[in-house]
């Protein structure tokens, strides 16, 4: 697969690990770099205010609770990201109905194509 020279930067939070796996596999074959693969609320919340990111992959629910504080600090910073639940509209606080989502169970397919729409390869 081709992709632009730049490589995106990705944060993914993830707390099922071969979920992690399938996402960061998928991110890597697409040329992107994986700023951090995190499973717990603290550090994502560190990683999402201090690290340089491009676009996130954010599982809904994670060890320390539910990751819209993530999804806060990213809305704030303007990076784009996809909410990764099995879980309907009803979950989702009204702010973030609106956000790119993957629907749990997923394919790699369906991860390629939120990566690509995220970073604007579409």
């Known amino acids: 697969m081709t992709s632009p020279l730049k ?3 990705f944060l993914i ?3 099922e690990a071969l979920i992690a ?15 951090g693969s995190v499973g717990k ?5 560190k990683l999402a205010r201090e690290e340089p990111i491009d676009a996130a992959i954010l599982d809904v629910t994670i060890r320390g609770g539910q990751v819209f504080p993530v999804a806060e600090i ?13 879980y309907g509209d009803w ?3 009204a702010r973030l109905r609106d956000q790119l989502r993957l629907t749990k169970p997923f394919t ?14 579409t």
């Open 7 to 9: 490589r995106p930067r």
């Open 13 to 15: 939070v993830e707390d």
């Open 21 to 35: 796996i399938t996402i960061e596999d998928t991110l890597n074959d697409l040329g992107c770099e994986i700023v």
């Open 41 to 45: 609320l603290e550090t994502a919340m």
């Open 74 to 86: 990213l809305l704030e910073r303007g990076i784009p990201f996809a909410l990764a639940s099995g």
């Open 91 to 93: 979950a989702l606080p």
């Open 108 to 121: 790699v397919m369906e991860v390629e194509k939120v990566v690509r729409t995220l970073v604007g390869w």
